[in-house]
C-alpha cells in the first residue's frame, strides 16, 4: 500500500482545513484570496499566492487534493519534502502568474472599451460594446431591447445613464471575476511524474485501461489546449492556468 509522505499531508491538511473553516462559517475566501485580473478594484499582489489554497466547490478540492495524494508521495520519496514543497509552490504561483499575464491582455480590450464608451456613449457604440463582449442569453435579451429603446431616443439622459450603468455592471462582470484552485500546481505534479517516470502504468477508472503516464498526461495536456480554444458555454474553467502549470514543470 502506497505511504502518504509527510508534505503531501500537510498540503492536504491544509486544502481540506481551508475549506471546512470556509464552508462552515460561510466565509468568503474566493473572493478575498482569489487571484483577480491585476487592474480589478480588488486585485492584490498576494492572490499569486493565496489563489491557489482556495477551491470553489467540494468536487473541485477532491479532484486536485487526490492528484496530490495519488502522484506527490512518489515524487516526494524521490526529491524530499522541503524540493517537493518549492516545486508545488513555484509551479502554483507560476500558473497564476503566466495566467495573470495572459488574463492581462485579455481582458485590457474590455478596460480599453469600457473606457472609450463611458467617455462617449452612444446607441451604436452600445450595441457593439455589448455584441463584443459576452453576457448570458437571458442578459442578452435585455441588453438588446435596452439598445432598441437606446435607438429610438440617443438623447435622453436617463438612457444615456443606464448605458453607461449596463456597460460598467459588464465590465465588473468580468474583470473582477477570482480563479481559485490548486490546480496550476497539480498539473505541474502531472507533468514532473510523467518526465521522472513516463512508463509507469497507471489503471484508469474511466474507462479502466492501463496507461503510461507519459501517455495520460499527454492526453490531458491537449485536452486543455483544445478546451482553451473550444470553450462550451458554462465553462469557467481556467484551462490556461493548467497549461501554465505544466509550462513551469517542463
Known sequence: MMRITPMVKNILIINVAIFLIQS??????????????IFAKDFQPYQFVTYMWVHG?????????????????????????KRFLTFYLICGIGAGVLYGAADFIEKYDLKQDTETYL??????????????????????QELAN????FFEDPNDT???SQSKLYVRQIYELYSN????????????????????FPNTQLFLL???????????VLFYGL?????????SAGDNVAHLAHLSGMLIAF
Open 24 to 37: 462552515l462559517f460561510s466565509l468568503p475566501f474566493s473572493d478575498w484570496l482569489g487571484l483577480r485580473v
Open 57 to 81: 466547490s467540494f468536487y473541485h478540492l477532491f479532484g486536485n487534493m487526490f492528484a496530490v495524494f495519488i502522484f506527490g508521495p512518489l515524487l516526494e520519496q524521490v526529491w524530499g519534502s
Open 119 to 140: 467617455a462617449n456613449p452612444d446607441p451604436e457604440q452600445f450595441q457593439i460594446f455589448i455584441l463584443d463582449h459576452r453576457v448570458s442569453e437571458r442578459g442578452v
Open 146 to 149: 435596452f439598445a432598441d429603446r
Open 158 to 160: 436617463n438612457l444615456v
Open 177 to 196: 471575476i477570482p480563479m481559485v484552485g490548486a490546480s496550476g500546481a497539480i498539473f505541474g505534479i502531472l507533468m514532473a511524474f510523467a518526465m521522472l
Open 206 to 216: 474511466f474507462p479502466p485501461i492501463p496507461i503510461k503516464a507519459k501517455y495520460l
Open 223 to 231: 485536452y486543455e489546449v483544445y478546451s482553451e480554444f473550444n470553450r
